[in-house]
Every structure is written in C-alpha cells, then in structure tokens.
C-alpha cells in the first residue's frame, strides 16, 4: 500500500513524500519542501515519525512527533496520534505543558 501511494498521481504531494520517505527514497530534507500549511505539516511529520519508528529510529521519531504536535493543528488524528504513539515511548505528549509549574494555591492545604 506505501508504495502505491507513494506513486500515486493523484495523491497529496506531501503524503507522496511522506510515504517515499517511510520507504527510504528520499531524505527528508525533501520531504518537508512539499507541506504548504500547518495542517500538512502535522501530517507529514506524523507519517515521518511513523516511519522513523518503523526502521528502529525511536530518537528520529520522537523528534517528529513532537514536531507534529507543535504543528498545533488539533482537529486532525495524526496530532492525537502523535501523543499516542509519545506516550507508548514513555513521554509526554506536551514536554513543554507537563514541566509547567503548579499555580500558586493549586496545592491541597491542610
């Protein structure tokens, strides 16, 4: 199925590359000139990290699930995904919201 999509003429360019990446044709450097938006952008690190996990490299694909968290486009499932595959590596979702300091009061007083 990668590999029809990945020649698919009528595929979005940014899943064409995204899917040619995932097959090691192209690095991807190439594959991030294709995203025109944030949407895609979520999407296309979703599938790099997707992809990076695929051939064992947890550490690239830690990085682009974060990457496509930080894309900040919430409505589509490769963000939600992103967090879900983030916290089966052992991490949360949103570093930068868990390292938060606790409100003033928020604490239980007794």
């Avoid at 294709?34 to 999407?43: G, H």
Wanted: charged residues 25%; aromatic residues 10%.
């Amino acid at each position: 199925m990668l590999v029809e999509l990945a020649k698919a003429p009528r595929e979005k360019p940014h899943l064409a590359a995204a899917a040619r990446f995932c097959l090691g044709e192209i690095p991807w450097t190439e594959v991030l000139k294709q995203p025109r938006n944030a949407a895609e952008f979520c999407e296309t690190f979703f599938y790099m990290g997707m992809g990076a996990l695929a051939r064992g490299l947890e550490l690239d694909a830690i990085e682009y699930f974060r990457a496509c968290r930080a894309a900040g486009y919430r409505s589509y499932s490769e963000h939600d995904l992103a967090a879900v595959e983030l916290l089966r590596l052992g991490l949360a979702a949103d570093p930068i919201e868990s390292a938060a300091p606790e409100k003033p009061g928020s604490g239980l007083q007794r």
